[in-house]
């Protein structure tokens, strides 16, 4: 390797030496502990000439590439919030050495100590719900007798619809008021772009909530009586994850 | 069942995530703590032929505030640099003026 840099993927605390021995970073470099103060920041080196900054425009082009790095950094992380609290960052994340990553730990080492706690004993869940699509197919019509006909059964075919979707979207906020309660925060989130999920059913909700250990069982148990109640819909739990959406920095 | 869990793969040794794509890249690309590096990665609306990314953009300015500034050794980046802080301290002031005018309205 001729210029390096470090990678950071999480900054945690009392991570025991050994938390990171099932895990590799990139090119087949070790992912190491950094001490910084109390905090410890979870690194690999990697090579410049992949990531650094000409290298990552071009890299991060090509979707291959971003899985493989993705899939790494995820596993890395979910390696550390097995064994500690953790702050998951966002992808490349790099500096030059490692006295710059102490350096920039330390400047905003308030608010990684805010996240952390605000994160310790909690886990990630995703709570996505979907409309099953309808099973009949529209039934073939008789071909129209008159053009008012036409545009009755359109508006009728119309009108089902934005039934279909006011009832899905009531449900979802019912659900997500209901699943709130074992959770101590929550976030809200777009629909996934399905040309990114390759999933054909509408998404309606899409959800992430901050959830204790010990109400993981509570938060599953809800989520399946309400899903129970409502065959119509895709009800998809995911979980436990690291806290990517809760372990965000306040300030700055 | 209308529910379907998804245990994404724990972490046990040697296992790696069996999460799909998507849902691994919501979380690392959309989520997570931004926190200015020294590499600096451009904000791109990325068209690929099935999926679009957005990343993080860093400016000169709020990496200055962060307090990285390695480039300002660098001659390359220097007159650029300090062009675009004063032009920066301009706006920023300029906001400032903006923002006071306003508030006095307000109080009317």
């Known amino acids: 390797m001729s210029e390096t840099g470090q990678y950071l993927f999480a900054v945690t605390r009392g991570l025991p030496s050994d938390a990171l021995a099932s895990v590799h970073g990139f090119q087949g470099e070790d992912v190491r502990i950094l001490p910084c103060g109390d905090l410890q920041a979870v690194v690999c080196t990697v090579d410049l000439a992949e990531f650094g900054e000409d290298a990552l425009r071009a890299n991060l082009e090509d979707l291959r590439w971003v899985e493989q790095v993705a899939r790494t950094h995820d596993d890395v992380v979910r390696a550390v919030a097995a064994a500690a609290e953790a702050a998951p960052m966002r992808l490349v994340t790099i500096y030059a050495d490692d006295e710059g990553v102490r350096r920039r730990l330390e400047e905003v080492r308030d608010d990684l100590v805010a996240a952390l706690d605000r994160v310790t004993g909690r886990a990630e869940w995703g709570v996505k719900v979907y409309v099953r699509p309808d099973d009949a197919p529209d039934a073939p019509r008789p071909r129209e007798t008159s053009g008012v006909a036409y545009l009755q059964s359109k508006r009728a075919a119309a009108t089902a619809r934005r039934t279909a979707d006011e009832d899905a979207e009531s449900v979802a906020r019912e659900l997500h008021e209901a699943l709130s309660g074992a959770t101590v925060a929550s976030r809200v989130l777009a629909p996934q772009d399905p040309r990114l999920s390759g999933r054909r059913e509408r998404m309606i909700h899409n959800g992430s909530y901050l959830v204790p250990f010990e109400r993981a069982d509570e938060f599953q148990a809800t989520a399946t009586l309400l899903g129970s109640s409502r065959p119509d819909l895709i009800i998809e739990i995911q979980g436990p994850w690291p806290p990517y959406s809760f372990a965000v920095l306040e300030t700055g | ?108």
């Open chain 2, 1 to 108: 069942m209308a529910v379907e869990y998804r245990r994404p793969g724990q972490t046990l040794p040697g296992h790696p995530s069996s999460d799909s794509l998507a849902d691994i890249l919501e979380r690392v690309l959309d989520k997570g703590i931004i926190i200015a590096g020294d590499i600096r990665v451009n904000l791109l609306d990325i068209e690929l032929p099935t999926v679009k990314i957005r990343l993080l953009v860093v400016s000169v300015d709020k990496a200055q505030e962060m307090g990285i500034d390695w480039w300002r050794n660098d001659p390359m980046f220097n007159a650029r640099a300090e062009e675009l802080e004063s032009e920066n301290r301009q706006l920023r002031q300029r906001l400032r003026e903006i923002e006071g005018s306003s508030d006095e309205e307000e109080s009317r």
